[in-house]
């Protein structure tokens, strides 16, 4: 097998996989279980913002790789934003779990549409196997999230 496509096959995995803890975090919360001391929601919240963080690192990185892009300070700026919503996200999860999900939901819309914009005007590919990726993965983790909301 080719490097890049081991690459490729692992990026596809992981992606996927990534999945679970957040179907997880629903399904315990629909049982009302704990699990590490923990509630489904405080599960699902904290692994959600974790995760949004990670994917407002993608948008650092692009700035960073494309510093002569007119876009570049914005991805940078976006990516902070993004961060900082992660965390209030998880902030307000404590004791408001309803606004920590849909703050959550929202910013993975919103990092998912300010990718896609940055690599359209850098004329990237935006039919790679990423950007399919990503756009199946928003889809069922925005759904993930309304269905968080819809079990509490």
């Known amino acids: 097998m080719k490097p890049q496509s081991a690459s490729r096959d692992t990026m596809l995995q992981l992606g996927y996989l990534g999945l679970l803890p957040f179907i997880g975090g629903v399904l315990v919360t629909w049982a009302d279980l704990t699990l590490f001391g923990l509630s489904g929601e405080r599960l699902f919240l904290s692994y959600s913002a974790v995760i949004l963080s990670f994917l407002s690192g993608v948008l650092w990185g692009n700035g960073i790789d494309h510093f002569s892009h007119k876009l570049s300070r914005n991805a940078l700026l976006l990516s902070n934003l993004f961060a900082l919503l992660a965390w209030g996200a998880l902030i307000q999860g404590a004791t408001q779990y309803l606004i920590a999900t ?3 939901a929202i910013g ?3 990092v998912w549409l300010a990718e896609k914009w ?4 850098e004329s990237e590919d935006t039919s790679s196997a990423y950007q399919t990726m990503r ?3 928003t889809v069922a983790v925005v759904a993930c999230h309304g269905l968080l909301l819809f079990v509490v």
């Open 118 to 121: 940055i690599r359209k005007s």
């Open 102 to 104: 849909g703050l959550l």
């Open 135 to 137: 756009g199946r993965l």
């Open 108 to 110: 993975y819309l919103a």
